[in-house]
């Protein structure tokens, strides 16, 4: 079978990280293409300034990864879709749940496949808590999400302005797991929401939730970009029936009264395009929105909070 033809639209940490290193070695894709602001490239693959230019130069593209800041995606992957590309979007995959809506209903009405990433669910550890959850039931579920901002996101001042986040462009991955794992939809209770005084988004978020279980679990988050040292991506289970269970460094070991059941290499992107592929050819998208509510409802009811400001 021919290798599908895909580009990447913005080469920043993610994309360099992540999206063009598995493009790379997977066998059903082949990268013909990338657009970078910066005039960034890769390797003998062809660098444009805008999408435009990619489409007129390079008719024969597929597909496109956008991998830009939140508050462009949305006119970027319209743009893909009148060019008649199918499309992934890197999380959160819109600014607003408006935009998000929107390119679901628009990828549909041209015949296009959307696939909406959350990396973090596409963890072997993320499934089998799943599956343990669905049979013993949630007591509990305390999320801890926390790391410097300095390490992952440094001198990205976008992270900084509205419709960037915030503390939130980490957390969401913990709310996808979140949503995944849990029996029944979660709801956003209360927030409290920590901003630096010189700063547009949060730098902290403290969630607690209810959920449609009738034994009314104890749910809660705790996100914060001043974590020093080691990152904290760890959540807290007690299942229904009492076990104690860990699910951690990101959603890749999960330890069930103290003794690893599941680990498994970091393969999230990996696994991401193998589900890419399969939905390209089943003509198939993946636009699960849950997660990015959960973000958007902390927003609605959240308080906020002042704290010093924040300097690179």
């Excluded at 819109?94 to 998000?100: R, S, V």
């Excluded at 990396?119 to 072997?124: D, I």
């Excluded at 992270?159 to 913990?174: K, L, Q, T, Y």
Aim: proline share 7%; aromatic share 8%.
């Amino acid at each position: 079978m021919a290798k599908h033809k895909i580009a990447i639209i913005g080469l920043g940490k993610i994309a360099q990280d992540q999206h063009l290193p598995v493009i790379d070695k997977n066998s059903d894709f082949e990268l013909v293409g990338v657009t970078s602001q910066r005039g960034l490239g890769h390797g003998a693959v062809p660098s444009f300034k805008t999408p435009a230019e990619m489409y007129a130069a390079v008719p024969d593209i597929e597909a496109v990864a956008i991998c830009t800041p939140p508050d462009v995606r949305h006119a970027i992957a319209r743009q893909a879709i009148d060019a008649g590309k199918d499309v992934l979007l890197e999380k959160p995959p819109a600014a607003t749940l408006a935009e998000f809506a929107d390119l679901e209903a628009y990828a549909a009405s041209k015949g296009r496949v959307l696939f909406a990433t959350w990396h973090s669910q596409f963890n072997p550890a993320v499934d089998a808590t799943k599956a343990l959850l669905a049979e013993a039931g949630v007591k509990s579920i305390r999320i801890e999400w926390r790391e410097d901002v300095k390490k992952w996101h440094p001198g990205q001042d976008w992270v900084w302005e509205p419709g960037g986040f915030g503390v939130f462009d980490p957390g969401i991955n913990a709310l996808s797991i979140f949503v995944k794992i849990m029996p029944t939809p979660p709801f956003v209770k209360s927030a409290e929401l920590t901003y630096p005084a010189n700063r547009q988004t949060p730098i902290g978020a403290k969630l607690v939730f209810s959920s449609a279980d009738p034994a009314n679990p104890t749910l809660t988050a705790d996100f914060d970009w001043r974590e020093q040292g080691d990152e904290k991506w760890h959540m807290m289970i007690e299942t229904g029936d009492g076990r104690r269970v860990r699910l951690y460094k990101g959603g890749t070991i999960l330890e069930i009264d103290g003794k690893i059941v599941v680990e498994a290499p970091s393969e999230e992107y990996e696994r991401i395009y193998v589900r890419f592929a399969e939905l390209l050819d089943k003509r198939e998208s993946d636009v699960d929105g849950a997660p990015l509510r959960l973000v958007a409802d902390a927003m609605l009811v959240g308080r906020r909070q002042t704290t010093d400001a924040f300097d690179w």
